[in-house]
């Protein structure tokens, strides 16, 4: 069966970095772009960050860019995504996702990124 899982999460510093990782397995990881997404409690999904199947075509929103970085391994069936400059407004519990026909069909479980000091 097809699954996320998230891993990287915890707590960190305004100004400090995690690496968020997401491994996939029970699917041809290579062959779907992936997406990297957050919800805080009392708003919508966001997302943060996009990655094409063949790492050509790389997206994020204003609120990330030039912070946030998003890649992939193929080989080891993994996206990750690169968090620097963090701010407290990062804090949320960030998903990936499989995208499939303009939509994403499978997410993981998430994992919790707290910006504090």
């Known amino acids: 069966q097809v699954q996320l899982v998230e891993s990287g999460g915890g707590l960190v510093q305004p100004g400090g970095s995690l690496r968020l990782s997401c491994a996939a397995s029970g699917f041809t990881f290579s062959k779907y772009a992936m997406r990297w997404y957050r919800q805080v409690p009392g708003k919508e999904r966001e997302l943060v960050a996009h990655i094409s199947s063949v790492s050509g075509i790389l997206g994020y929103p204003d609120s990330v860019k030039g912070r946030f970085t998003i890649s992939r391994d193929n080989a080891k069936n993994t996206v990750y995504l690169q968090m620097n400059s963090l701010k407290p407004e990062d804090t949320a519990v960030y998903y990936c996702?499989?995208?499939?026909?303009?939509?994403?069909?499978?997410w993981g479980q998430g994992t919790q990124v707290t910006v504090s000091s």
């Open positions: 996702a499989r995208w499939n026909t303009f939509r994403g069909d499978y």
